[in-house]
């Protein structure tokens, strides 16, 4: 299993799926824009550009592998 670590921005549930289809493609055009692109890359970083549905299933499988990390480990929270 890898871990990494990842970063997404939401919005309320709520929000009209024009607005965040609008969101998700002026994102992802900064996120691929080539200048961006290199500076992120002499940081080490690398950008997935995926659709809200694509983040949507992203984040729902990390929320189930970790949970059964969690679980297994028997980790408690303070």
């Known amino acids: 299993m890898r871990a990494v670590q990842w970063y997404a921005m ?6 009209p799926t024009e607005i965040v289809e609008r969101l998700n493609r002026e994102i992802n055009a900064v996120l691929g824009g080539p200048n961006l692109q290199m500076r992120l890359a002499d ?11 694509e983040l949507g299933a992203f984040v729902a499988n990390e929320t ?9 480990a028997g980790l408690k929270a303070e």
């Open 10 to 15: 939401g919005v309320r549930k709520s929000t």
């Open 43 to 53: 940081m080490g970083v690398e950008a997935f550009l995926m659709s809200w549905a």
């Open 64 to 72: 189930e592998k970790w949970g059964k990390v969690v679980k297994l």
